[in-house]
Nanobody
């Protein structure tokens, strides 16, 4: 399984970024997918998840600002991030879910993430 996250960068507070994740080595359409992030000195946390059927959940801290979506034809999952705040600064990772929950243990091996820095 290969998961390649991209689209990170430096953005000012209030700005937007769109992250992309290209997946290979899995039957993408059958997998639930998630975006996680890990800020310096903090644990990796779930930001947003989307099931194979399109059900979506978000962390409370990003509700109303972030939107997760998927394109099964492209084996890709996206994270549109609006109204970014300095506390959104982190490395963002995508992953495929194999367990029954939405914790880190329910997901597979981690690929390289993409760094998002929100700063003026």
């Amino acid at each position: 399984v290969q998961l390649q996250a991209s689209g990170g960068g430096l953005v000012q507070p209030g700005g937007s970024l769109r992250l992309s994740c290209a997946a290979s080595g899995i039957v993408f359409s059958r997998n639930d997918m998630g975006w996680f992030r890990q800020a310096p000195g903090k644990q990796r946390e779930l930001v947003a998840g989307i099931t194979s059927g399109g059900l979506i959940n978000y962390a409370d801290s990003v509700k109303g600002r972030f939107t997760i979506s998927r394109d099964n034809a492209k084996n890709a999952v996206y994270l549109q991030m609006n109204s970014l705040k300095p506390e959104d600064t982190a490395i963002y990772y995508c992953n495929a879910r194999y367990g029954s929950g939405w914790s880190r243990a329910d997901f597979g091996s981690w690929g390289q993430g993409t760094l998002v820095t929100v700063s003026s």
